[in-house]
């Protein structure tokens, strides 16, 4: 069992090596009629509840649906969409969630490799590490977002008090426009290093250690080691762990739903929550899908400058 | 994974025959390493801490910014079971999250089953079909979703929350490239033997696939817990809400309730922890081994 | 093969446990709300679920009224479940109605009722109905009524108006001889008169002589702005949001009315958020303090020497000052009958029952048993400012519009900019032509 994270990723690289030619085969007729069966629970549901929606979210784009009315109500061509582009609510909460991956992307991408090389370097208790940074991760958000708008409650909070004990003015973290947003990329960073963290570690324990044996035997000291081996050689985890990053961030809603309703006067509204509030709270979903699409889009565009770099970096790796 | 752990001390070894400078050099660098990443490791467990140091103090003391707990009390978990929803919070996250979880794994790993093990038409266009929902973002889906299950009439069901979390694309691929790692001697073996395909899948090849059937199933699981934008759409009554939709749409009382609120975060957060510690290993060497993101 | 046969097992008995548990968490709650997220079943029949959306002073007040329900009908549980106040709320009751499974009664603004009538998520109370308990509209005041109904049919019953009233420090206005013998507020009406008024006061603190919220604020700006906007007859929307009204040189006056007591002549700070605002009237540095009357409970129990009465007829005009009313409202029920029916209506006319404990929290009741009773008269200041009730000016209807929505705070954020000096008086009307135009340009979605 030790071999298990390995056996899928060796086949990783082409998935269909292996299955394209098998060597026996009983049945040499095929196999259609049970493999439409093996696949029919999860083609029926994916069809129903995935790629379906994303059809009728783009054929609604289209249309003035109502949340509360059925049917597509009337045809709209582009209006939604010329809407939408020329919105500044639409385009301010695009501004958001950019700001909000810029603020939130360096430090968790930073912090969890500087992180991760600690760790790798200390022998005894790293179950300890794993704990204290991977356990914020798997806490559900609604319980981080209480947690942290304790700790920024003004005059009482514990952040608070420890800003002002070291003789700062108190600072109104989600109440004052200008700092709100760094409150939550704060408590961002802090709930979700240790994914990262522990995708970077991972990645530490494939480099080969000759490779420090070999350095050291020519002289280099830790800090050389660290730039000429250990930086180069994660590449790829570095444009995983960032592509990932740039996504999630991209998707942020909940610590805005939460902490902040997308304010004080809408300066943390995200994109996500921009949807949420035309489609939900003012029932204009055919809007709301017009703006849905144009954010699936973004999404699909930085996975496919993921896909382009990747595969960059598998041929130079060739 | 242990037999990387094993050669990390085998290789100093072989540094401190060799070289004896370096060696001291490297020591007195991994002590600072330790020193600062341990600084950083509790600092990043100081809002944990405060939070239980909090729901351990009575409501009045909390406006005392102070770790000293002057009247020790549970009084805070005791009234939140006593009143409101907490149960039903509980019983809509453990039964949606299971139900996903069961869901996903069955689902996922007999589609890929049949795209590792099978030969049949459009195969390669079935996978890449399949692959295409890799790139869909469920959050974008909000509003045809929310739609759609208002014509099925299902809002405000636990199906409304769990049917859609059931086909994820990531699964399928993951529980593929597993199968296609695994050997084929043996299943094809039974074939030989007349065993069916259902066979081979359900007593060959799913019992050699422990280990990625409980990583999916446990991430599944903890997503589908910490789900907050789709179940606060389709579950929009109190009673029916999962445990962080209820924290986060319901007011408590009015007043200095702050110990009452962390309680409330600890209790929603505990069946989470408890499945971390338990299997701590098994998610942190999936999230390695798939670069699995929710 | 071992490993294989433990694997079968603990697989096997890890299906076994999730479906024990499943099964037991099914069977311990029949009829229960586990039975209707899986069957989808009625949730608690027999029960009144009630929603609201009251905070502070008036949650504490809400609750007694609840409690004075639970007591005088014990074989009804009542179950009241607070949600986040504004949109969030709305959000929530839209889409459990959507959902079906919305809760008996809830509260909602008269002004963003309409809004749930188009979109066909309210029941129509009918008059034989609600006559059966004891409810004719005869027993309402006759403006909060009117204004509810859509198409001359009820959805609605009002439970009190809240208007902006003025509250002012009893203390400093005597100081600055502003009191009449009796210790109440001399009247104001004018705008030279206000401005004096506020001038006197600002001698006297010393700092302002009144405030209101304007930084971040997302409704005051726009109360004060449209009680005097309409103490000049304007309008700002019409046909149903579908059309900008709006009277620049009626704006313009009343913007640059407000730009002088603010930013020219300083008369009230510029640069004050809600919470700035009350606080610097609590601590005496203004005489003067322009907001809805719930804030009353803050001021009690600072334990300051305050007292209330109606916003100033300032420009002149017929006497309008903005308001809302709390309303209760029956969302589309799945399977509405008629003792479900009657447990609601019951409960409401319960509530209106309490309507004493509800004015003690500022508001003016609706209901005229209670608003005309000797009792409410001797109740003050909360009395003082009962007349706003009868020209109470409600927010334009449309499905953008009403307390709380993207209207109030579109208009409240050129308005208080204009307050803060950030904003001419020109280019706040023109962003709110242009923030106004494509809402009331896109196609309705009720």
Same mark, same amino acid.
């Given at each position: 069992? #030790?071999?298990?994270?390995?056996? *899928?990723?060796?086949?990783?690289?082409?998935?269909?090596?292996?299955?394209? #030619?098998?060597?026996?085969?009983?049945?040499?007729?095929?196999?259609?009629?049970?493999?439409?069966?093996?696949?029919?629970?999860?083609?029926?549901?994916?069809?129903?509840?995935?790629?379906?929606?994303?059809?009728?979210?783009?054929?609604?784009?289209?249309?003035?649906?109502?949340?509360?009315?059925?049917?597509?109500?009337?045809?709209?061509?582009?209006?939604?969409? !010329?809407?939408?582009?020329?919105?500044?609510?639409?385009?301010?909460?695009?501004?958001?969630?950019?700001? +909000?991956?810029?603020?939130?992307? *360096?430090?968790?991408?930073?912090?969890?490799?500087?992180?991760?090389?600690?760790?790798?370097?200390?022998?005894?208790?790293?179950?300890?590490?794993?704990?204290?940074?991977?356990? *914020?991760?798997?806490?559900?958000?609604?319980?981080?977002?209480?947690?942290?708008?304790?700790?920024?409650? *003004?005059?009482?909070?514990?952040?608070?008090?420890?800003?002002?004990?070291?003789?700062?003015?108190?600072?109104?973290?989600?109440?004052?426009?200008?700092? !709100?947003?760094?409150?939550?990329?704060?408590?961002?960073?802090?709930?979700?290093?240790?994914?990262?963290?522990?995708?970077?570690?991972?990645?530490?324990?494939?480099?080969?250690?000759?490779?420090?044996?070999? !350095?050291?035997?020519?002289?280099?000291?830790?800090?050389?080691?660290?730039?000429?081996?250990?930086?180069?050689?994660?590449?790829?985890?570095? #444009?995983?762990?960032?592509?990932?990053?740039?996504?999630?961030?991209?998707?942020?809603?909940?610590?805005?739903?939460?902490?902040?309703?997308?304010?004080?006067?809408?300066?943390?509204?995200?994109?996500?929550?921009?949807?949420?509030?035309?489609?939900?709270?003012? +029932?204009?979903?055919?809007?709301?899908?017009?703006?849905?699409?144009? +954010?699936?889009?973004?999404?699909?565009?930085?996975? !496919?400058?993921?896909?382009?770099?990747?595969?960059?970096?598998?041929?130079?790796?060739? | 994974?242990?037999?990387?752990?094993?050669?990390?001390?085998?290789?100093?070894?072989?540094?401190?025959?060799?070289?004896?400078?370096?060696?001291?050099?490297?020591?007195?660098?991994?002590?600072?390493?330790?020193?600062?990443?341990?600084?950083?490791?509790?600092?990043?467990?100081?809002?944990?801490?405060?939070?239980?140091?909090?729901?351990?103090? &009575?409501?009045?003391?909390?406006?005392?910014?102070?770790?000293?707990?002057?009247?020790?009390?549970?009084?805070?978990?005791?009234?939140? =079971? $006593?009143?409101?929803?907490?149960?039903?919070?509980?019983?809509?996250?453990?039964?949606?999250?299971?139900?996903?979880?069961?869901?996903?794994?069955?689902?996922?790993?007999?589609?890929?089953?049949?795209? $590792?093990?099978?030969? =049949?038409?459009?195969?390669?266009?079935?996978?890449? =079909?399949?692959?295409?929902?890799?790139?869909?973002?469920?959050?974008?889906?909000?509003?045809?979703?929310?739609?759609?299950? @208002?014509?099925?009439?299902?809002?405000?069901?636990?199906?409304?929350?769990?049917? &859609?979390?059931? %086909?994820?694309?990531?699964?399928?691929?993951?529980?593929?490239?597993?199968?296609? @790692?695994?050997?084929?001697?043996?299943?094809?073996?039974?074939?030989?033997?007349?065993?069916?395909?259902?066979?081979?899948?359900?007593?060959?090849?799913? %019992?050699?696939?422990?280990?990625?059937?409980?990583?999916?199933?446990?991430?599944?699981?903890?997503?589908?817990?910490?789900?907050?934008?789709?179940?606060?759409?389709?579950? $929009?009554?109190?009673?029916?809400?999962?445990?962080?939709?209820?924290?986060?749409?319901?007011?408590?009382?009015?007043?200095?309730?702050?110990?009452?609120?962390?309680?409330?975060?600890?209790?929603?957060?505990?069946?989470?922890?408890?499945?971390?510690?338990? =299997?701590?290993?098994?998610?942190?060497?999936?999230?390695?081994?798939? @670069?699995?993101?929710? | 093969?071992?490993?294989?046969?433990?694997?079968?097992?603990?697989?096997?008995?890890?299906?076994?446990?999730?479906?024990?548990?499943?099964?037991?968490?099914?069977?311990?709650?029949?009829?229960?709300?586990?039975?209707?997220?899986?069957?989808?079943?009625?949730?608690?029949?027999?029960?009144?679920?009630?929603?609201?959306?009251?905070?502070?002073?008036?949650?504490?007040?809400?609750?007694?009224?609840?409690?004075?329900?639970?007591?005088?009908?014990?074989?009804?549980?009542?179950?009241?479940?607070?949600?986040?106040?504004?949109?969030?709320?709305?959000?929530?009751?839209?889409?459990?109605?959507?959902?079906?499974?919305?809760?008996?009664?809830?509260?909602?603004?008269?002004?963003?009722?309409?809004?749930?009538?188009?979109?066909?998520?309210?029941?129509?109370?009918?008059?034989?109905?609600?006559?059966?308990?004891?409810?004719?509209?005869?027993?309402?005041?006759?403006?909060?009524?009117?204004?509810?109904?859509?198409?001359?049919?009820?959805?609605?019953?009002?439970?009190?108006?809240?208007?902006?009233?003025?509250?002012?420090?009893?203390?400093?206005?005597?100081?600055?001889?502003?009191?009449?013998?009796?210790?109440?507020?001399?009247?104001?009406?004018?705008?030279?008169?206000?401005?004096?008024?506020?001038?006197?006061?600002?001698?006297?603190?010393?700092?302002?002589?009144?405030?209101?919220?304007?930084?971040?604020?997302?409704?005051?700006?726009?109360?004060?702005?449209?009680?005097?906007?309409?103490?000049?007859?304007?309008?700002?929307?019409?046909?149903?949001?579908?059309?900008?009204?709006?009277?620049?040189?009626?704006?313009?006056?009343?913007?640059?009315?407000?730009?002088?007591?603010?930013?020219?002549?300083?008369?009230?700070?510029?640069?004050?958020?809600?919470?700035?605002?009350?606080?610097?009237?609590?601590?005496?540095?203004?005489?003067?303090?322009?907001?809805?009357?719930?804030?009353?409970?803050?001021?009690?129990?600072?334990?300051?020497?305050?007292?209330?009465?109606?916003?100033?007829?300032?420009?002149?005009?017929?006497?309008?000052?903005?308001?809302?009313?709390?309303?209760?409202?029956?969302?589309?029920?799945?399977?509405?009958?008629?003792?479900?029916?009657?447990?609601?209506?019951?409960?409401?006319?319960?509530?209106?029952?309490?309507?004493?404990?509800?004015?003690?929290?500022?508001?003016?009741?609706?209901?005229?048993?209670?608003?005309?009773?000797?009792?409410?008269?001797?109740?003050?200041?909360?009395?003082?400012?009962?007349?706003?009730?009868?020209?109470?000016?409600?927010?334009?209807?449309?499905?953008?519009?009403?307390?709380?929505?993207?209207?109030?705070?579109?208009?409240?954020?050129?308005?208080?900019?204009?307050?803060?000096?950030?904003?001419?008086?020109?280019?706040?009307?023109?962003?709110?032509?242009?923030?106004?135009?494509?809402?009331?340009?896109?196609?309705?979605?009720?």
């Amino acid at each position: 069992m #030790t071999t298990t994270t390995a056996g *899928p990723q060796a086949a990783s690289r082409r998935p269909d090596a292996t299955a394209a #030619t098998p060597r026996r085969v009983p049945d040499q007729r095929g196999h259609g009629r049970q493999a439409s069966l093996f696949l029919a629970p999860f083609m029926i549901l994916y069809l129903l509840f995935i790629i379906g929606p994303t059809i009728y979210m783009v054929v609604m784009s289209f249309f003035d649906t109502s949340l509360v009315k059925s049917g597509l109500g009337g045809f709209a061509g582009f209006g939604n969409y !010329a809407e939408a582009l020329s919105s500044s609510d639409f385009w301010s909460s695009m501004w958001h969630t950019v700001w +909000f991956t810029i603020l939130t992307t *360096p430090p968790l991408v930073v912090l969890a490799f500087v992180f991760a090389l600690l760790a790798d370097r200390v022998r005894r208790g790293r179950w300890f590490f794993r704990l204290a940074f991977f356990l *914020p991760y798997i806490l559900p958000s609604a319980v981080v977002a209480l947690i942290w708008v304790w700790l920024y409650t *003004p005059a009482l909070g514990l952040l608070t008090k420890i800003v002002t004990t070291l003789g700062f003015a108190e600072p109104n973290w989600l109440g004052s426009p200008n700092l !709100a947003m760094w409150s939550l990329a704060i408590t961002t960073v802090w709930w979700t290093l240790g994914f990262n963290f522990v995708l970077y570690l991972a990645g530490l324990q494939d480099i080969p250690r000759e490779l420090y044996e070999a !350095a050291s035997m020519d002289g280099a000291g830790p800090v050389q080691q660290i730039s000429r081996i250990t930086v180069p050689m994660l590449g790829r985890t570095t #444009t995983l762990v960032v592509v990932l990053q740039v996504i999630a961030s991209l998707k942020v809603f909940d610590q805005m739903y939460i902490m902040t309703s997308g304010g004080p006067n809408y300066s943390t509204r995200s994109l996500l929550e921009y949807v949420y509030d035309i489609g939900f709270t003012d +029932f204009r979903t055919g809007y709301a899908a017009a703006a849905s699409t144009l +954010f699936f889009i973004l999404v699909l565009a930085v996975s !496919a400058v993921w896909i382009f770099l990747t595969r960059r970096q598998e041929q130079q790796g060739a | 994974m242990t037999a990387i752990a094993d050669t990390a001390p085998a290789s100093t070894a072989t540094t401190r025959v060799t070289q004896a400078t370096i060696d001291s050099r490297v020591k007195l660098f991994n002590r600072v390493c330790a020193g600062v990443l341990i600084a950083f490791a509790l600092i990043w467990l100081v809002p944990i801490a405060w939070t239980i140091d909090t729901a351990l103090k &009575p409501n009045a003391e909390t406006t005392n910014t102070t770790w000293a707990i002057h009247h020790p009390t549970l009084a805070s978990f005791t009234s939140l =079971f $006593s009143q409101g929803d907490i149960w039903n919070w509980y019983a809509a996250s453990f039964i949606t999250s299971a139900l996903t979880a069961v869901c996903t794994v069955l689902t996922a790993s007999l589609a890929a089953f049949s795209l $590792s093990r099978m030969r =049949f038409r459009f195969r390669y266009l079935v996978f890449w =079909f399949v692959l295409i929902g890799i790139m869909i973002p469920q959050q974008v889906l909000i509003v045809p979703q929310f739609k759609e299950f @208002g014509g099925l009439h299902l809002l405000n069901t636990y199906w409304a929350v769990v049917l &859609p979390q059931i %086909p994820t694309a990531i699964a399928v691929f993951i529980f593929k490239q597993f199968f296609d @790692g695994l050997p084929r001697d043996l299943d094809e073996a039974a074939r030989v033997d007349g065993a069916g395909f259902l066979r081979t899948y359900w007593r060959i090849v799913m %019992p050699l696939s422990r280990p990625v059937v409980s990583a999916v199933a446990i991430f599944t699981f903890v997503w589908s817990w910490n789900n907050l934008l789709w179940p606060l759409l389709v579950l $929009s009554n109190p009673k029916l809400m999962t445990i962080p939709v209820g924290l986060a749409t319901v007011q408590g009382s009015y007043g200095i309730r702050y110990a009452d609120t962390m309680a409330s975060a600890i209790l929603g957060a505990l069946p989470l922890v408890i499945i971390f510690l338990f =299997f701590q290993r098994r998610i942190v060497e999936g999230i390695a081994g798939t @670069g699995l993101k929710g | 093969m071992n490993d294989h046969l433990d694997a079968h097992v603990s697989r096997r008995s890890l299906f076994r446990g999730v479906l024990a548990g499943v099964g037991v968490a099914g069977l311990a709650g029949c009829s229960s709300p586990i039975a209707a997220g899986i069957a989808n079943t009625p949730l608690s029949p027999g029960t009144v679920d009630y929603w609201n959306l009251f905070g502070g002073g008036d949650g504490v007040r809400m609750q007694q009224m609840e409690d004075a329900y639970r007591r005088n009908h014990p074989g009804t549980p009542l179950q009241a479940v607070t949600l986040a106040w504004g949109n969030p709320y709305y959000t929530k009751l839209s889409l459990a109605t959507v959902g079906a499974k919305p809760p008996n009664v809830a509260v909602s603004h008269l002004t963003r009722m309409k809004t749930l009538v188009e979109a066909d998520l309210l029941q129509e109370l009918r008059p034989d109905d609600l006559a059966r308990h004891g409810m004719t509209p005869d027993k309402f005041n006759q403006r909060a009524w009117q204004a509810g109904l859509v198409n001359g049919k009820a959805y609605a019953i009002p439970l009190d108006t809240h208007p902006l009233v003025l509250f002012y420090n009893t203390k400093i206005c005597k100081e600055a001889g502003l009191l009449d013998s009796a210790g109440n507020l001399k009247p104001i009406s004018g705008q030279q008169a206000f401005l004096d008024a506020l001038t006197r006061v600002q001698k006297v603190t010393g700092k302002y002589g009144a405030t209101h919220g304007i930084n971040a604020d997302t409704a005051s700006p726009w109360r004060v702005f449209q009680t005097f906007y309409a103490q000049l007859g304007g309008q700002v929307l019409g046909a149903n949001g579908t059309q900008v009204l709006l009277d620049d040189a009626k704006a313009k006056q009343v913007l640059s009315y407000l730009r002088t007591l603010t930013v020219e002549k300083k008369l009230m700070p510029s640069s004050i958020d809600y919470q700035g605002a009350i606080a610097l009237f609590a601590s005496g540095a203004s005489g003067f303090h322009i907001n809805g009357e719930w804030e009353i409970t803050t001021f009690q129990t600072a334990k300051m020497p305050f007292s209330m009465t109606l916003v100033p007829n300032v420009f002149g005009g017929p006497y309008a000052v903005q308001a809302d009313s709390h309303t209760l409202v029956l969302p589309k029920q799945p399977d509405q009958d008629r003792a479900k029916l009657d447990r609601s209506l019951e409960f409401i006319s319960s509530m209106l029952g309490e309507s004493m404990t509800w004015a003690q929290g500022g508001h003016v009741p609706a209901w005229q048993p209670v608003a005309t009773s000797e009792a409410y008269r001797k109740l003050t200041p909360q009395s003082n400012y009962a007349a706003a009730a009868n020209a109470a000016v409600y927010d334009p209807p449309g499905w953008y519009s009403g307390s709380g929505s993207d209207f109030e705070i579109l208009m409240s954020s050129a308005i208080g900019a204009v307050e803060a000096g950030q904003f001419s008086v020109d280019a706040a009307i023109a962003q709110i032509r242009a923030k106004l135009s494509p809402l009331a340009g896109a196609p309705s979605p009720v």
